[in-house]
């Protein structure tokens, strides 16, 4: 059974850092390429960016909101998707999700950037 | 960026009642859209890709139309556990707003 698991969500405040990860299980990780979707709390789902597979270059892509302080990148060792996310602001407070674009979904995990 | 344009935002309908929802591209994206359904609390489940591919498992009643730029969701025939926020997406990427289909 194809499976995500999303960590290191938690509270930080404005302006700092936070790293989240994604474990995947189940299908061939190396073989796709990954997404990260988040939703702020009430509002609809935003796609942040993605990650090719390495076969087609391991390139990056972002979504304008993030671009140039967000970070996606990937261990296809270890079967794991990572977020580095830099200089946060509070209306980036989400739940954020890690997918392979297609149907296979983590259960989120929650980001609140607070004072 | 592509921009996702769903509407409507919002529809209330009846049990039975046929139900569509269009999403357009800003740009074509030939067939590279999803169609999501997600309850409240609940990680989004696909419903189609491809623009028209029906998940395994998805009741035949979901359908998916459209290429390029114009795209359609269309539920036959709406049943209760159909009531949701259903989304489109552009493959690994933007969004529409969204459409709230609720009781009337």
């Known amino acids: 059974e194809e499976q995500l698991v999303e960590s290191g969500g938690g509270l930080v405040k404005p302006g700092g850092s936070l790293r989240l990860s994604c474990a995947a299980s189940?299908?061939?990780?190396?073989?796709?390429?990954m997404s990260w979707v988040r939703q702020a709390p009430g509002k609809g789902l935003e796609w942040v960016g993605r990650?090719?597979?390495?076969?087609?270059?391991?390139?990056?892509e972002y979504a304008a909101p993030v671009k140039g302080r967000f970070t996606v990148s990937r261990d296809d060792s270890k079967n794991m998707l990572y977020l580095q996310m830099n200089s946060l602001n509070t209306e980036e407070t989400a739940v954020y999700y890690c997918t392979d674009g297609r149907a296979s979904w983590g259960q989120g995990t929650l980001v609140t950037v607070s004072s | 960026d592509i921009q996702m344009t769903q509407s409507p935002s919002s529809l209330s309908a009846s049990v039975g009642d046929r139900v569509t929802i269009t999403c357009r591209a800003s740009?074509?994206?030939?067939?590279?859209l999803n169609w999501y359904q997600q309850k409240p609390g609940k990680a989004p489940k696909l419903l189609i890709f491809t623009a028209s591919r029906l998940v395994s498992g998805v009741p035949s009643r979901f359908s998916g139309s459209g290429s390029g730029t114009d795209f359609t969701l269309t539920i036959s025939s709406l049943q209760p556990e159909d009531f949701a926020t259903y989304y489109c997406?552009?493959?690994?990427?933007?969004f529409g707003g969204g459409t709230k289909v609720d009781i009337k």
């Open positions: 189940g299908f061939t990780f190396t073989n796709a390429w």
């Open positions: 740009h074509s994206i030939s067939s590279d």
């Open positions: 997406q552009q493959s690994h990427g933007t």
């Open positions: 990650i090719k597979r390495q076969a087609d270059g391991g390139t990056t």
